[in-house]
């Protein structure tokens, strides 16, 4: 749809705050991306709440040769209207890196963002898959953490872990969720964005497992993202996890769902909800 229409549809519903995802973001620079820049420039003339936007926020050489840093290309995005910026691919690559080492250069996209405008600004969006397997310990020499999977595989299997993926879920690594969580945290990101790619779209709820195990691991605020698709999928996220934000997008685009609905069904359960 039309994103700054949306966008200023779910402010007057009572979002508390919008994301802003192009998913197709790693073909190109960003700054080549003006369609974005102009998005965000609009949305930000009548929303008054925290804008996030994701999508390209790395080290790139545009189509004339001029290389530009992670911190330009986030400098860009704030200066259209941008509160936070989301790191999803070029996160993995500096966590894989760091933990390699065991060393910060200062260099990675989520160490330039984070040093000169805080942790605040800095959101990472950890887009993992189940990895099925027979029991816990079939993983344990990796480190990968291992939980009970929400549904079995096709064989049956009823414990997965959650491998890291890039490129907008096309490439797997070597890397599991909660490993990368912990890295990203200790290189200065202030939040952590969880879309499990088995739940997206599903409309089944947030992938709850997934969700505590990366917040038994760290202390800054995880948003539970993909598989929302009824207003007691938020308040069962809230119950059943110490999660600290929620995010769809599907069931509000289409209108299955209101945010006001959302947030009455979470109000009715005794939990915390904004205006």
């Not at 949305?43 to 926020?57: D, H, K, Q, R, Y």
């Not at 992938?207 to 202390?219: F, K, N, P, T, Y």
């Amino acid at each position: 749809g039309k994103p700054v229409t949306l966008a200023q549809r779910y402010y007057d519903e009572g979002a508390d705050e919008i994301v802003f995802l192009n998913i197709t973001s790693f073909r190109q620079g960003v700054l080549d991306d003006a369609p974005m820049l102009k998005v965000l420039e609009k949305a930000s003339e009548n929303i008054f709440v925290p804008l996030t936007v994701g999508g390209g926020i790395r080290d790139y050489t545009d189509s004339d040769g001029r290389t530009w840093s992670a911190l330009e290309v986030a400098a860009r995005y704030f200066r259209a209207g941008a509160d936070k910026v989301s790191i999803g691919s070029d996160a993995v690559y500096a966590a894989e890196k760091f933990r390699e080492s065991g060393h910060k250069t200062g260099d990675t996209s989520i160490e330039q963002i984070f040093h000169v405008y805080g942790r605040q600004a800095v959101v990472v969006s950890i887009d993992p898959q189940r990895v099925y397997v027979d029991k816990p310990e079939d993983v344990a020499t990796a480190g990968y953490t291992v939980v009970k999977a929400p549904v079995p595989d096709a064989d049956g299997k009823q414990y997965c872990w959650y491998q890291a993926t890039v490129k907008g879920g096309r490439e797997a690594r070597d890397i599991d969720a909660v490993q990368l969580a912990r890295a990203c945290e200790e290189l200065g990101a202030g939040e952590l964005m969880i879309n499990c790619i088995n739940a997206d779209g599903q409309g089944n709820g947030f992938e709850l497992g997934l969700i505590r195990s990366v917040m038994d691991a760290v202390a800054i605020p995880v948003i539970a993202s993909s598989g929302a698709g009824a207003p007691e999928h938020f308040t069962t996220a809230f119950n059943e996890t110490p999660v600290q934000a929620a995010l769809a997008a599907g069931m509000f685009h289409r209108k299955e769902v209101t945010i006001a609905e959302v947030k009455g069904h979470m109000a009715s359960a005794g939990v915390p909800v904004r205006g």
